[in-house]
Every structure is written in structure tokens, then in C-alpha cells.
T-cell receptor
């Protein structure tokens, strides 16, 4: 399977614990995005990377959230001191940016986080 | 904020064409119209996009009005597997901003 993969698919944690999610994009894609989706809503943008550089962060991304893409390939999203409001589906997407126009994003299956 | 408005829900009979409207009255000249859909518990899936000409691919057709202020996604022969939330998005060269989309139910 050469699509975007995410791990784990499901995570249940207790309030106050730290969690880390991983995203593996399509191999030649230089852009990687993170979104959060709560029930009944469309995905909300969190942040994105161009290669290893983090170019934009949403104000939704509080200081408890951090994302990295150290070698411009896979990415991790860490949430520290989780709160019940962090319960959501976390989606990763990747695209190939050629510097001319937007290219469609390919989404992974998501990681569903439940904070008890 | 999303730059598009869509009806929250629609029904369509199986085998009939599903026509999903989208208003994007503030679209600017270099912004494309993109459509994604999301089947329950899966990540969004790209369907089609266009700038000003009508477009067709193996999944759907996209009709964009001449003034580009609205568009319609057409699924020519809807099947039960087309039941999903459909998102209409406009953007030029940046992150995707999703609205709440249209929940399409295909009815047997």
C-alpha cells in the first residue's frame, strides 16, 4: 500500500497523559499536513510542513501540541497533558508541491484519540 | 473560515444522479474549486477540481458557473457506496479549509 499511513489507528488515554501519533506520507510528497476532526465537523487545519520545515501553525495548536518532521519524511504529532477536549480524529495528509499551484492532498485513515 | 456554503444534507435515490450544489461567491480569480468526500470513519478522499471550465473524471463531473460564484458536483449514477459527507473547498496555494459539508444519503 503506497498511500498515507497513520499509527496508531486508535488511542485511549487518561487525562494528563502524553500521546504521540505518527504519519508516513506518500514517499515523494514534500508537503505534510495535520488536521483535527471532531464529530459532525469538517477537518480543522492544525499545521503543515514543507519538507522538514514547519511553515504554518493554526491557533488551534496550543503549546501542549508539537509536531515534527525531522528528515522531511514521516511526521509525529505529540499532545502533552491531554485533556478531554482533545478527543478527536487526527488526520494526516500529504501532497506534492511543485511551486505552481495547489495539488490535491491525500489523506490517511486517521488516529482516533479518546481521552478519559 | 470556509469560503463556501453547502446544504447540510441531501437524499438521492440509488441509480439516479446526485447533484450537490456549492456557493462560493467570494472566490477570486486564481482560486480553484475542489471537492472531497469522507465516508464514515475514513479520511477525506479527493474527487475532482476545476478553475473555470467544467471537468469530468471517472468519479464525477464538476460544473462551474460562468461567474464562478457557484458550482455543482454531479455523481451520474449514485450508489449506496456514495453515501458520505461531501466537502466543497476553494483555495489557491495553501492549506485546505473545510466547512461542514453536505451529508449525502443514497437511498435504495
Amino acid at each position: 500500500d503506497t498511500g498515507v499511513s497513520q499509527d496508531p489507528r486508535h488511542k485511549i488515554t487518561k487525562r494528563g497523559q502524553n500521546v504521540t501519533f505518527r504519519c508516513d506520507p506518500i514517499s515523494e510528497h514534500n508537503r505534510l499536513y495535520w488536521y483535527r476532526q471532531t464529530l459532525g465537523q469538517g477537518p480543522e487545519f492544525l499545521t503543515y510542513f514543507q519538507n522538514e520545515a514547519q511553515l504554518e501553525k493554526s491557533r488551534l495548536l496550543s503549546d501542549r501540541f508539537s509536531a515534527e518532521r525531522p528528515k522531511g519524511s514521516f511526521s509525529t504529532l505529540e499532545i502533552q497533558r491531554t485533556e478531554q477536549g482533545d478527543s478527536a480524529m487526527y488526520l494526516c495528509a500529504s501532497s506534492l508541491d511543485l511551486g505552481v499551484t495547489y495539488n490535491e492532498q491525500f489523506f490517511g485513515p486517521g488516529t482516533r484519540l479518546t481521552v478519559l | 473560515d470556509a469560503k463556501t456554503t453547502q446544504p447540510p444534507s441531501m437524499d438521492c435515490a440509488e441509480g439516479r444522479a446526485a447533484n450537490l450544489p456549492c456557493n462560493h461567491s467570494t472566490i477570486s480569480g486564481n482560486e480553484y474549486v475542489y471537492w472531497y468526500r469522507q465516508i464514515h470513519s475514513q479520511g477525506p478522499q479527493y474527487i475532482i477540481h476545476g478553475l473555470k471550465n467544467n471537468e469530468t473524471n471517472e468519479m464525477a463531473s464538476l460544473i462551474i458557473t460562468e461567474d464562478r460564484k457557484s458550482s455543482t458536483l454531479i455523481l451520474p449514477h449514485a450508489t449506496l457506496r456514495d453515501t458520505a459527507v461531501y466537502y466543497c473547498i476553494v483555495l489557491s496555494y495553501d492549506k485546505v479549509i473545510f466547512g461542514p459539508g453536505t451529508s449525502l444519503s443514497v437511498i435504495p
